[in-house]
């Protein structure tokens, strides 16, 4: 069985590659992290209010520093998605496995960031194919949940296609505040 945190495994179709961020992301991701049409999609729920809205060098580099030294404590992952066509870093996946008093236990929770020229919902489809069917071994769950707010009509709209459901249960987190517009695909 592998273990992600031990062997991350890299993901790859004829159009994109998900692998391990790295510290050499740094300049690509900042394209993705400054994009303000970006930036309302990414999931910032109970991330320490957080609003992944980075806009220098430095501060990008430091969510990367964040970002591998969770994989390490075995908190989360995120892979890189590399674009085939221009060998660039055009967003990240986060996944782990969690744990809760609510509906969203045992859950793979899964966040997306991608550059707004590729909030569409074919290019999302094309990247999540990718994720979905491991995330059950590799996260130890029985249902998958990401974040689409009512504005991500792409977003959603790719969910829906790929058997996503909109959740009328709420997140609840470390704090209680209730999270809501969450899309889940059970095994």
Not at 50 to 57: K, L, S, V, W
Not at 70 to 97: C, D, M, P
Not at 167 to 172: D, G, V
Request: hydrophobic content about 35%; proline content about 2%; some cysteine.
């Amino acid at each position: 069985m592998v273990d992600v945190y031990k062997n991350c495994p890299n993901y790859e179709n004829e159009y994109y590659m998900l692998r391990l961020t790295n510290k050499e992301d740094k300049a690509d991701l900042l394209k993705v992290y400054s994009d303000e049409k970006s930036v309302p999609f990414f999931n910032s729920d109970n991330c320490g209010e957080d609003d992944f809205h980075y806009t220098t060098e430095n501060r990008m580099g430091q969510a990367i520093e964040y970002w591998l030294w969770e994989y390490k404590r075995q908190g989360f992952v995120r892979w890189t998605i590399v674009s085939k066509a221009t060998n660039e870093a055009i967003g990240t996946i986060e996944l782990f496995h969690r744990e809760a008093d609510d509906y969203f236990t045992n859950c793979g929770l899964l966040r997306l960031d991608i550059r707004s020229d590729y909030e569409i919902a074919s290019e999302i489809v094309s990247i999540l194919k990718l994720i979905i069917e491991p995330t059950y071994t590799l996260f130890h769950c029985d249902k998958i949940a990401t974040k689409g707010i009512t504005s991500a009509t792409e977003r959603i709209s790719a969910l829906r296609s790929l058997g996503f459901k909109l959740s009328e249960e709420k997140l609840i987190g470390h704090d209680g505040t209730e999270y809501d517009s969450y899309f889940v695909l059970e095994q």
